[in-house]
Structures are given as C-alpha cells and as structure tokens.
C-alpha cells in the first residue's frame, strides 16, 4: 500500500504557466468569433484567459446569448487551436524543463491540472513529445466546475494518491491561485503578472527560482 502521507506532488497548470499558447488561442478565438459576428477585443481575451470556455463565452456574449451554441462555437475554437499548435509548434517556457527534470529526479509525482480540452492537452503533449512525463493528467472533462473552484486540483490529487497538504500547485493566473488555496495546497505563481497573484511564493519565471522553491514552499510552516 502507498504511504501517501511520504507523496510529493506538484500539480502543473499548462497554458501560461509550462507554454506560452496565449496567441494561438487569441487567434483561434479571434477567428471563430468573427464568424458569429462578434468582434472580440483583446482586453476582453485577456480578462477571460484560462477559465472554461462555457463561463468565457457566458461574459463574452452576454445573458441574452443562446447557450445551445456555446458548445458549437468552443468546439469550433478548438479545431482551429490544434490546427495552429500542430502548424506552428509550441515551446516550453523558460525553466520548464529543468523543473520538470528536477522534480523527477528528486521523486515528486507530476500531473498536468488544466481547464483546456483533452484533445488540445494531447495535441500539446504529442508536439512536445512529453506525453509519458506526467503521472496523471486532468482537463476539463474530468470536472464539472472549471477554476477558481478546487475541483480540478483535487481530482489531480487523488489520481496521484497525494495528500493536499504535500501538493504544490503552480498556476499563472489568478483564479488558477484561488482554486490551489481553496483546495488546501501550496501554490506558486509564476509569469509577468507574478505581483498580483496571492500565492506562497511568486516569480517571473519558473528559471528564476531557487533550486529550493518547491521544498520551501511546502515546508515552511510560516506560509
């Protein structure tokens, strides 16, 4: 039997926070759409990047819209994304490999605990060639409510047989930041926007933490 109480986990956010996928994703969005007829602005992209694309398109297209299309149109963005991702290619954000490696080497089990699709996350995993560097992964078919709810971070948990208070999540965003504190879990925030997210430990990049990051968030009793 695992003595899950030993388990090391961290629990990795991926857009944003492992690839920089931010433009594809504005372009897929940006396209699908103009075809509805709705012009979108990227402050309005911006202020909506990394939730489910169901509450997404709820504050785009307001309470009027008919939600029937909410799943035509997401699905719609997402087949012009994979597009791009396989026609484009997408690259790791600095740092990431190293941790990834790190943590491996040291015994942390990873999972990937994202709100994009499945088929986009395999898309992702096959042109990185890093489908088999990951424990567990958990998209947005695995829960029924998308961050700043814990849901997510939970699931990846349990699939790594992790006690929340030995997970560490890292995320970019700040609802991503909400759902690792309400989950009970340390977490790590990371990116240009590092300042105003209220996590353990900030950075602008994952190569700008020390070699001890990860360990002294989870084991500081102060944070």
Request: aromatic content about 6%.
């Amino acid at each position: 039997m695992t003595q899950s109480h030993l388990v090391l986990a961290v629990l990795w956010d991926l857009d944003g926070t492992l690839l920089d996928s931010r433009e594809l994703h504005w372009l897929a969005w940006r396209e699908s759409l103009t075809g509805e007829g709705f012009l979108l602005s990227r402050e309005q992209f911006d202020a909506s990047f990394g939730q489910r694309n169901d509450a997404t398109l709820a504050a785009w297209l307001g309470p009027t819209a008919d939600r029937a299309d909410f799943a035509r149109i997401a699905g719609e963005k997402e087949e012009r994304y994979r597009r791009l991702v396989r026609k484009r290619g997408v690259e790791l954000l600095p740092g990431v490999e190293m941790w990834l490696a790190r943590l491996a080497a040291a015994g942390w089990r990873q999972a990937l605990a994202t709100s994009a699709p499945r088929l986009n996350v395999d898309a992702i995993l096959e042109v990185l060639g890093m489908a088999s560097v990951f424990a567990a992964v958990v998209t947005a078919e695995d829960v029924m409510q998308g961050k700043p709810d814990p849901e997510v971070f939970l699931v990846a948990a349990r699939r790594l047989d992790a006690p929340v208070y030995r997970c560490v999540v890292v995320e970019d965003s700040p609802a991503g930041i909400e759902a690792a504190r309400r989950a009970g879990m340390r977490c790590i925030g990371v990116g240009p926007n590092c300042a105003r997210l209220r996590a353990d430990l900030t950075a602008p990049s994952l190569a700008a933490l020390d070699e001890e990051a990860f360990d002294r968030v989870l084991e500081d009793p102060d944070r």
